[in-house]
């Protein structure tokens, strides 16, 4: 049973750019959860995506931006780089209606230059 | 609102020493505790997690950790520390919605042999 996977592991953008990071839940999750975890701190919740929508958004700009697809794989999107984006993004999947603990996928290492 | 504390960014043990990890916790909910590992350059892996029930609470690789609501405290132990349990440890708090999880900063165990 495969866990959460994200894709790209490495991903180096200039300041401006747009980004867009890739996530597939463990098998039978259907909510995905976004994170942003800067070097040395603990994860920020960003959003959280059920039933294709945004479900709960954390306190980021609106330069960040989701998408759940129908097979519960989610997209993050961030816009106008920063070079404070600089960070490991982790997905997160959990069991439906997304309580209790939340599987993590060994993230997107983002460097914005 | 939740949020978490962890006290001490680094600790430091013997190999086969007691392992303490400080986690006090503030939620305005009946709280859902998780405490997470990260090795370096993967994501999160659960450790234990208390929702309900029984306060002391066992989980992966020998560790354990008790809800004690007097004192908004979910401490991690283990009682010998092995060479293997070198990483960052991460405590986090979620409302009964279990939508947003709220993480600690981090505490680094270092094991010395």
């Known amino acids: 049973d495969a866990g959460v996977t994200q894709s790209p592991t490495h991903l180096i953008k200039t300041r401006g750019q747009q980004v867009t990071l890739r996530c597939s839940p463990k098998?039978?999750?259907?909510?995905v959860s976004w994170y942003q975890q800067a070097l040395g701190q603990g994860p920020q919740f960003i959003f959280q995506y059920y039933e294709e929508e945004e479900r709960q958004r954390g306190n980021f700009p609106d330069r960040f931006s989701g998408h759940q697809f129908p097979n519960y794989s989610s997209e993050l999107n961030v816009n106008a780089l920063l070079l404070g984006d600089s960070a490991l993004y982790l997905c997160?999947?959990?069991?439906?209606?997304?309580?209790?603990?939340?599987?993590f996928g060994p993230g997107t290492r983002l460097t914005v230059t | 609102a939740q949020s978490v504390t962890q006290l001490g960014s680094h600790v430091s043990v013997s190999e086969g020493a007691l392992v303490l990890l400080r986690c006090n916790y503030s939620?305005?909910?009946?709280?859902?505790l998780f405490w997470y590992v990260q090795y370096p350059n993967q994501g999160l892996q659960l450790l234990l997690k208390?929702?309900?029930?029984?306060?002391l609470v066992k989980g992966i690789n020998g560790f354990e950790a008790e809800f004690k609501k007097s004192e908004t405290s979910f401490h991690l132990t283990k009682p010998s520390a092995h060479m293997s349990d070198a990483a960052e440890y991460f405590c986090a708090v979620t409302g009964n919605t279990g939508n947003q999880f709220y993480f600690g900063t981090g505490t680094s165990l270092t094991v010395i042999p």
């Open positions: 098998s039978g999750h259907d909510t």
């Open positions: 939620s305005s909910v009946p709280p859902y």
């Open positions: 997160a999947s959990s069991l439906p209606g997304g309580r209790y603990e939340q599987y």
């Open positions: 208390y929702t309900t029930g029984a306060t």
